[in-house]
């Protein structure tokens, strides 16, 4: 795969040309490529004198019992919490906090809030999905296995939408079909001739409309979603697109299409907190950002079935049908005579009542489409 290539010159050159966005943005990274952080994570070896007795710690370190004992009572974690203990150090206020320290976190705490707001889960409007962790089980994961945070943004809000964990050894295919969006759930298809054409029950079993065509753009590749016969390889558009432009802007030569099915995360080089792009149904274009990644910890699921795993969803405020202010909307009508506003929102009875004759005809003229409560907020 193209990733897998890559000379080291190439990177030498794509960490050049982006340089300067790192300097505007402390919180993004070099490039990096998710292959070589899980081989250090396999290099990482267990520490042997993991559970060793204090005679035996002695005899390594080749330490008598007084300095032996001097030096466990310095290095006990104890001595990092202030005489009141843990509790005591919660209460702590930043005009507190020592003034000689060479803590990041105490020497700027704004900064590191600011850092912990971006980066921490479940973030404002955002809900934690709670899953079981699974630590025995059939195919588990490896203990070096590679744990990727990714967040996925709303198209047209620009908020987080959707929190995953994937595995370094899985394709993006596996990601591309976790990720939720309210276009899939659209058919596109005016039901206020009939509204009984459309089955409503039929947008809680799954996406209605799923796109066939999809790519990920990340670090100037396209990564294409070809398993369906009637995709369409959208990023050729963007690539002739730029073809005569690559005399003024150099930088446009270096974008490639790559397979999404064939490649894994771990083939691919990126940059933690930058913002890169999903896009499927030819418009509808999601920010994508790999805050993190790490190992597995004792709170990971160890069965692979289990990801990509949604770890949190944007869960802001919930929609009221605009006539009764009671139930979730279930129509969504423009163009509508009888609406104050444009979209406007129906729950069922109050849509039929309003809308219809007793014989089911249209008493004005607009459009209705099926609305899915959960996913088009």
Known sequence: MES???????????TETTKDHSRRHADISDLIKVSDVKRAFSEVS???LR????????????????????????????????????EQLLKL??????????????????????YVQAHAYPTQGMIAVPHKPCLLCPDPIGPYEAILRVIVFHPIKKRRDQEFLVLGSQCLTELRDK???SKDYFSGEDCSEDPDTCNLQTLEKGPIRPSKSAFFFISNTFYNDMRHPDSIDNSKRFINMVKDMIDTSPRLDHFRPA?????????IVLRLGYPYLYCHHGNCEHLVIFSDIRMPNVLDSRRRADYPLLTSIWHGKTRRCKVCNLL?????????????????????DCF???????????VCEFKAFPYHTELCK
């Open 352 to 362: 039929r009542k309003l809308h219809y004759t007793t014989e089911g005809r249209k």
């Open 179 to 181: 990720i939720q969006c």
């Open 328 to 348: 979730a909307p279930t129509w969504v009508t423009y163009d509508d005579e009888l609406a104050p506003q444009c979209p406007c929102f129906y729950c069922n």
């Open 4 to 14: 897998d290539t890559d000379s080291d010159s190439e990177v030498e050159e794509r």
């Open 46 to 48: 267990v520490d042997p």
């Open 51 to 86: 559970g060793a007795s204090d005679e035996q710690l002695m005899h390594v370190m080749g330490a008598n019992q007084e300095w032996y004992q001097h030096a466990k009572d310095i290095c006990n974690v104890t001595n990092l919490l202030p005489p009141g203990g843990l």
């Open 93 to 114: 206020k930043s005009s507190e906090l020592p003034k000689d320290s060479q803590l990041q976190c105490v020497k700027d705490p704004k900064r590191a809030s600011n």
């Open 259 to 267: 397979d999404m099915a064939s490649t894994k995360f771990e083939d």
